[in-house]
């Protein structure tokens, strides 16, 4: 099993697929001068820690794909021996290794360690603070609440607030519940726990931090929001998140899921009692109270700030919660006594988890490469390529042959980037046949790549009413079709000669 993890693990490093949409953004904000990095973040929607990471790390080792996504993968091995602490903590070394397992054969860890973006950094600080929070307020640890503990606490407490904006709701989480663990703790024994008002005082620190940000982030929220989705309801969030955990919306993954679900139930409630039998206590087992106290809270506040905001809910965003996650599941297969259960569990966990990973290591995020090949293949010298919309244009510039011009509709923008700022409100005075003409007029005498996709939300069908419109002075040959069963990121591509 050991070799089998140790494979999953180092699968993230060679994964097949050039960089999408969020990907290669992240890359070109990262690139740009750190004094510049505020602004192009006003226009992004995130806050600016990854991104002075990854310049500094492109720095050293280039913005080759292999190169942007080692620093993911590093961050998730970095988390391994976290995570195995975490486990050991609640459980012993058994717990700590089964923590291990179930982390490393994660399609959703393996896909966000691959990836060139902040959600395996989120993952690790994300078990960094459990440590340094539990280790500090467990009486049975003798050193307790020390300075050195109380520093890491605000440190990682403000790391992720500068990371990811959705770990406002876990520090939130958090912080509610050590009130709430004060206010028994007094209920109690009638005066303050001094190490419970120290932990609260050291997240209340790090959270204090943030403010210097705030004013980016008010901006944020006035302008850029979350326009490539519906805003989200708590239900689908849950069953979105599971989803992914299990690796996709795919059949085989569907079956993982399920036993997921019977796992995380076992680890919260369940308790083998002989080789054959799990008993529920719906009170849940002690040693998961906490991390299913966090995990709830979290998705709970988290549920009420998105009906509230009216904001949208990617997968991606459950990495706040996905380590509390990670624990439950191994406390589900832990707490099986039986050694033919256990056996036959974890073994069908263990190939219905690689199922996942397979699926996950193969999928094609973008279409981009298939695009630029088809591009290369035309040889058409000094042609002009349009992406429609803009947020087709970071993934396709990494993609096509250097020394083409590269475009963007609606404002024949930098492909570099996306300017989210009042982007839907922008998208509702777009004129498809005013930016042909246009088009036109630039691309006299050369050919024209089209390079579309009407599936974003705000555009309608504003891209293809762009092709009809150059397809009335040019003709339209469509030489590469969406294919969207095969790329998360689909994509045509029309060419029209002069």
Known sequence: ?????????????????????????????????LSSLAEALRHDGHPPLYYVLLHGWMTLFGTSDLAVRALSGVLSLLTLPLAFRAGRRVGGNHLGWMTVVVLGLSPYFLRFGSETRMYSLVILLVFAGYLLISESIDPDDPRGLTWLRGVGIAVVGAALLWTHYWAMWLVAAVGLLLAIRLALLRRRSGSWDRTTVGVLAAVAA??????????????????????????FEPAAMIVTSIQQFAGGPYSEPQVLLLLLIVLLMVGIMGRGVDDWRVDLDLRSRPDARVPALVLVTTMGVASVAGIVTRSAFAPRY?????????????????????????????????????VGLALTFRQMRTQAGDIGAAIRRANAAGAVVVTCPDQLGPSIRRTVPAGLEVTTYPRFGDPRYVDWVDYTER??????????????????GRTIFAVVNNGFLTLGNQCDA????????????????AAGDRYVEAMSLYILRP
């Open 427 to 444: 998208n509702r005075r777009n004129d498809p046949e005013r930016f042909a003409d246009e088009l036109l007029k630039r691309a006299e």
């Open 466 to 481: 762009m092709v009809a419109a150059l397809g009335r002075v040019r003709r339209a040959e469509l030489i590469r079709d």
């Open 206 to 231: 790090g959270a204090a931090t943030f403010v210097a940000w705030l004013p980016v982030l008010a901006y944020q929220a006035r302008h850029t929001g979350t326009p490539w989705a519906d805003p």
């Open 318 to 354: 459950a990495a706040i919660f996905f380590p509390f996650f990670v624990l439950l599941i191994a406390l589900g297969l832990d707490h099986l006594r039986g050694r033919v259960v256990r056996t036959v569990v974890l073994g069908t966990f263990v190939l219905l988890s690689l």
């Open 1 to 33: 099993m050991g070799i089998v993890t140790l494979g999953a693990l180092g699968a993230r490093f060679v994964v097949p697929s050039p960089l999408w949409l969020d990907e290669a953004l992240s890359v070109n904000i990262a690139r740009l001068p």
